[in-house]
């Protein structure tokens, strides 16, 4: 039977000594504490009573360090789909201050339309890429939920959309900790959002990568 809810869990802080919007940057591994972040994701999900019929990650290594914590946990071998990767973003490897854009006056090309945005993949595309990898992955699901291990934007616009709302927004403002949980149901009416966990707000994470 397919699974009827998916649990989105964002990886755990990144060590990012340079502070840099790391994107799709390779070799971005989970700091010390951010592995406790992604353990805690895992014992959240075992205390919820949650049943794991498969979990899958984005192709970068933080959530793929995440994903070993709740691998560990219920004995489910994580997969990987590129569709639930971060999205583009011409910033990557660059500290995005007020210096960096006044050194570098070029760069406000890059802001000047914050609704599509202008400085990356569209809200759009990110969106239609989860909800085609959500609906795809959960109809191969067998035995349990679905978990998959991704990064701020792909889960937010995807609560926005699920919530009826537009998907251009103050990124400062995003509900998306560094492992929490979003937790949606799949009917015949589509997603509906079941819930939101933050586990590991305790530990003061450090979050200077998202884009």
Not at 8 to 34: C, Q
Not at 35 to 63: F, Q, W
Not at 118 to 138: D, T
Not at 199 to 206: G, I, Q, R
Request: with cysteine; glycine share 8%.
């Amino acid at each position: 039977m397919p699974a009827t809810r998916i649990h989105l869990v964002r990886h755990g802080e990144v060590h990012n000594p340079s502070g840099v919007l790391y994107g799709r940057l390779p070799h971005f591994h989970l700091s010390e504490r951010g592995h406790e972040m992604a353990a805690l994701a895992a014992k959240t999900l075992k205390d919820s009573g949650v049943k794991v019929g498969a979990i899958y990650t984005s192709p970068l290594v933080r959530t793929q360090e995440s994903a070993a914590h709740i691998e560990k946990l219920f004995g489910v071998d994580a997969k990987t789909d590129e569709r639930l990767i971060e999205p583009r973003n011409v910033f990557e490897g660059r500290k995005l201050s007020t210096r960096t854009l006044a050194t570098r006056p070029h760069l406000f090309y890059h802001l000047r339309n914050p609704y599509s945005p202008s400085w990356g993949e569209s809200y759009r595309s990110i969106l239609a890429r989860m909800v085609e990898a959500i609906s795809e992955l959960a109809a191969k699901t067998d035995g349990g939920d679905l978990v998959i291990v991704t990064h701020q934007l792909p889960i937010w616009v995807t609560h926005r959309h699920v919530a009826g709302e537009t998907l251009a927004h103050n990124p400062q403002k995003r509900r998306c900790a560094l492992s929490s949980i979003t937790t949606f149901e799949l009917s015949n009416e589509g997603l509906i959002e079941a819930g939101y966990l933050d586990p590991a707000s305790s530990l003061e994470a450090v979050d200077k990568g998202a884009v």
